[in-house]
């Protein structure tokens, strides 16, 4: 488990992953390298494809962006004639550096031929499978737990790759969404919590799409079929989609996927991101009134939850933050006045707030830093006073489920009070949405670990905790 120690203050994406499978032979690498695009925020560090003809197994993949990584040279090599199934994966590194040999997908050659993998999310009990794994003589090239997966499926030489891959599941523990390949099928499967997404779409010429998200499938012309169920393992088979229940079905969705991670356009076991967070909005609005003249989101994952608590509150809604779509990732150094300088190219206040009493509505506060910094932007533009408002309960626990949040030391919330955080911030008041009023937002059951240090799934051992902290 890792922990980045970089200065920022939201909970970091996952990972997105995405496969193909056609009954006949299309342009696999362009379908994919589509789909990838409309998975990007779920992690910037690295992109990957892998594609099969049913002979020959291609796979790129590199640091960066998609577009970044898939340049004209990468896509030719992809383009092999036939191919007619792959995988791809987008990364933001949580278990494993962000290296290149850490990009996937991942692949192994074992009894069952080439094996392609890519994964989203942390399987937590990886550090024992991969001793146990290194003690019966397996090879590890990277270090990520997601080739524990693949390296445990090849072990098992005796049964099929569903069999193997059912079997594999069944050892592993954590929240995961993993898209698999060999060089004729496809299959998807997703831990027993659901605590990572998974969705199945269909290709109009009867060819099968799994995605992390639906604007996925939209961008590649499939239709929604419906969502990977929790514990639940499926794969195509003579062109038809096969399903085994491996795994006994606990829901327990991540919150922070309809808190921040997931599109705005994206419903995920069928609830809508973008009426969640508007619904975060209205409830919040009723757990902690402000006496206000603007209510100003952070662009873009606080947008739903202002639009909610201007409704609920009959405060008026205004753009007072403006984001610089063209400032992407910055990488600038971590001294204290280069991040200043990193908050002001990415957002600028607007007139609008001049003068005005605000409510600054974001949908999370993990160190506080960059809360501080928008804050002194409005008063810097004028504002009189700045109420701020999350649309999530304070971020106490790491997650180890697949987000990349500070150990836990470094988690603000953990370490400080409410006033005190409101002091660090520089705010005139500041309320968090209660636990009560995510589970009422988002309508289902959700994984809250990182605001209650109730994990569903399961945690670490003590000593790979112990590590991460010491590593964070």
């Known amino acids: 488990?890792?922990?980045?120690?970089?200065?920022?203050?939201?909970?970091?994406?996952?990972?997105?992953?995405?496969?193909?499978?056609?009954?006949?032979?299309?342009?696999?690498?362009?379908?994919?390298?589509l789909g990838l695009f409309a998975l990007q925020h779920r992690g910037q560090e690295a992109a990957g494809i892998c594609v099969s003809n049913g002979q020959d197994l291609v796979i790129e993949k590199d640091l960066g962006l998609v577009a970044q990584v898939f340049d004209e040279a990468r896509m030719a090599r992809l383009r092999i004639p036939g191919a007619n199934l792959g995988i791809g994966h987008t990364r933001y590194s949580t278990t494993g550096s962000n290296l290149r040999f850490n990009a996937q997908p991942l692949n192994v050659r074992s009894s069952k031929g080439i094996l392609a993998i890519a994964h989203n999310g942390n399987f937590v009990n990886a550090k024992a499978i991969r001793q146990e794994l290194l003690e019966h003589g397996a090879v590890f090239q990277t270090t990520n737990d997601t080739e524990v997966m693949i390296n445990l499926i090849a072990r098992y030489a005796k049964l099929n790759l569903v069999e193997a891959t059912a079997r594999s599941m069944r050892e592993l523990q954590g929240g995961f969404a993993v898209v698999l390949m060999d060089r004729h099928t496809v299959l998807a499967l997703r831990d027993g919590n659901g605590v990572r997404p998974l969705v199945i779409g269909r290709l109009p010429g009867g060819g099968w799409v799994f995605a992390s998200e639906p604007p996925a499938l939209t961008l590649v012309g499939a239709e929604f079929v419906r969502d990977v169920?929790?514990?639940?393992?499926?794969?195509?088979?003579?062109?038809?989609?096969?399903?085994?229940?491996?795994?006994?079905?606990?829901?327990?969705?991540?919150?922070f996927e309809w808190i921040y991670f997931a599109r705005a356009d994206s419903v995920l076991d069928s609830i809508g991101t973008h009426e969640s967070r508007v619904r975060m909005g209205e409830v919040l609005a009723a757990e902690a009134p402000a006496e206000a003249d603007l209510v100003v989101p952070v662009p873009d994952s606080g947008i739903g939850a202002a639009i909610g608590y201007s409704r609920a509150s009959g405060i008026p809604f205004d753009y007072g933050l403006y984001k610089n779509p063209y400032a992407g990732r910055t990488f600038i150094q971590p001294t204290q006045?280069?991040?200043?300088?990193?908050?002001?190219?990415?957002?600028?206040?607007?007139?609008?707030?001049?003068?005005?009493?605000?409510?600054?509505?974001?949908?999370?506060?993990?160190?506080?830093?960059?809360?501080?910094?928008?804050?002194?932007?409005?008063?810097d533009a004028g504002a009189t006073e700045v109420h701020v408002r999350i649309s999530s309960p304070p971020i106490k626990f790491p997650c180890y489920y697949g987000i990349d949040t500070a150990a836990r030391k470094e988690l603000v919330a953990s370490t400080h009070s409410l006033e005190q955080i409101r002091e660090l911030i520089g705010a005139d008041s500041l309320a968090f949405l209660s636990e009560e009023g995510v589970k009422r937002a988002v309508g289902g059951p959700v994984c809250l670990a990182c605001f209650n240090g109730r994990y569903p799934a399961g945690v670490p051992t003590e000593e790979a905790q112990k590590e991460a902290l010491e590593q964070a």
């Open 1 to 33: 488990m890792r922990f980045a120690s970089c200065d920022y203050d939201k909970p970091h994406e996952e990972c997105g992953v995405i496969g193909i499978w056609s009954p006949e032979p299309v342009d696999v690498a362009g379908m994919l390298q």
């Open 229 to 255: 169920e929790p514990g639940e393992l499926v794969w195509v088979e003579a062109g038809e989609l096969r399903s085994l229940q491996v795994l006994e079905p606990r829901p327990t969705p991540c919150a």
């Open 337 to 379: 006045e280069l991040r200043d300088l990193k908050t002001k190219l990415k957002l600028a206040p607007t007139p609008a707030v001049r003068g005005k009493r605000v409510v600054m509505v974001d949908d999370s506060i993990v160190r506080g830093t960059t809360s501080g910094r928008i804050v002194q932007l409005l008063r």
